[in-house]
């Protein structure tokens, strides 16, 4: 879905929720804007704690699958924008078994295109649910104040339903 409609939030809460089940667990923010060797650096220290150094991509995969092909691991790949970077991160079949890959993207096609077939379609608020996160977040509470009503519907109506809109 678009941007700024929790996708990286409800991600971040997931991982919260379960990283502590898996042998190894890395949230790649933004992979959108990374380097492939340093995304795959990365993916290897957080999941192996050790610091390695990879030259290219290809040598990359190489041991992303030998070190990590026996762990039981959860991958959060955010914002994902292009067929390579799955290619290049996280291909079928390079993590143990119990293994878990969540994706972000606004791009749904992009899933499909590489053979995912559970997704999460994530909507934008209804008026309601945009009023008590607008409140909570400008007021405190769960509604605002009966002086703040109006102003807090015109917000609601500017941000169009979306969550960050309405956090920010």
């Given at each position: 879905?678009?941007?700024g409609?929790?996708?990286?939030?409800?991600?971040?809460?997931?991982?919260?929720?379960?990283?502590?089940?898996?042998?190894?667990?890395?949230?790649?923010?933004?992979?959108?804007?990374?380097?492939?060797?340093?995304?795959?650096?990365?993916?290897?220290?957080?999941?192996?704690?050790?610091?390695?150094?990879?030259?290219?991509?290809?040598?990359?995969?190489?041991?992303?699958?030998?070190?990590?092909?026996?762990?039981?691991?959860?991958?959060?790949?955010?914002?994902?924008?292009?067929?390579?970077?799955?290619?290049?991160?996280?291909?079928?079949g390079?993590?143990?078994?119990?293994?878990?890959?969540?994706?972000?993207?606004?791009?749904?096609?992009?899933?499909?295109?590489?053979?995912?077939?559970?997704?999460?379609?994530?909507?934008?608020l209804?008026?309601?649910?945009?009023?008590?996160?607008f409140?909570?977040?400008?007021?405190?509470?769960?509604?605002?104040?009966?002086?703040?009503?109006?102003?807090?519907?015109?917000?609601?109506?500017?941000?169009?339903?979306?969550?960050?809109?309405?956090?920010?």
């Amino acid at each position: 879905g678009m941007g700024g409609l929790g996708k990286t939030t409800i991600a971040k809460a997931i991982w919260n929720a379960i990283a502590h089940e898996f042998e190894g667990s890395c949230f790649l923010p933004n992979v959108s804007e990374g380097s492939l060797v340093q995304l795959q650096e990365t993916l290897l220290d957080k999941i192996l704690g050790k610091n390695l150094k990879i030259q290219s991509v290809d040598e990359g995969i190489g041991v992303i699958k030998k070190r990590l092909r026996h762990k039981k691991i959860l991958l959060i790949l955010d914002d994902v924008n292009q067929l390579e970077q799955l290619d290049n991160l996280a291909g079928v079949g390079w993590f143990g078994e119990g293994s878990r890959v969540i994706i972000t993207t606004q791009d749904s096609g992009l899933l499909k295109c590489y053979g995912i077939e559970l997704i999460y379609e994530v909507h934008k608020l209804y008026d309601n649910q945009a009023l008590e996160l607008f409140s909570l977040n400008a007021f405190g509470r769960n509604e605002p104040p009966n002086d703040y009503l109006e102003l807090a519907k015109r917000a609601i109506a500017y941000a169009q339903g979306l969550p960050l809109a309405l956090k920010v």
